[in-house]
């Protein structure tokens, strides 16, 4: 899978320094990745969830959420958005035009 784009990633992750490792290992199982629907996402992310047309991954227990979406057939996989749990339940992220 090719992540589009790693850079606002590392950048929105930054803002919180005890994530910096999970993010490293998740960009690191994503590039040798080759998925091709949610089922083979949960094999290695087993909390992973499709929530409109993002697939959300729980970081660091549930402390934060990392919302991408997944194009199967392209092979890659599109950042959206990194938030706390707390950010995460306001649900303003579902606002994107893309949800």
Do not use: C
Request: aromatic content about 18%; cysteine-free; charged content about 25%.
């Amino acid at each position: 899978m090719h992540l589009i784009s790693i850079r606002n990633l590392r950048n929105d992750a930054a803002r919180y320094a005890d994530v910096s490792k999970q993010i490293d290992n998740w960009f690191a199982n994503v590039k040798k990745a080759n998925w091709q629907s949610l089922e083979d996402v949960r094999k290695v992310y087993r909390d992973a969830e499709a929530v409109g047309n993002f697939t959300v991954f729980n970081i660091k227990g549930s402390a934060y959420r990392l919302i991408v979406e997944v194009d199967y057939e392209s092979q890659v996989v599109y950042y959206k958005y990194f938030l706390t749990h707390a950010d995460y339940s306001k649900n303003r992220w579902k606002n994107d035009p893309y949800f």
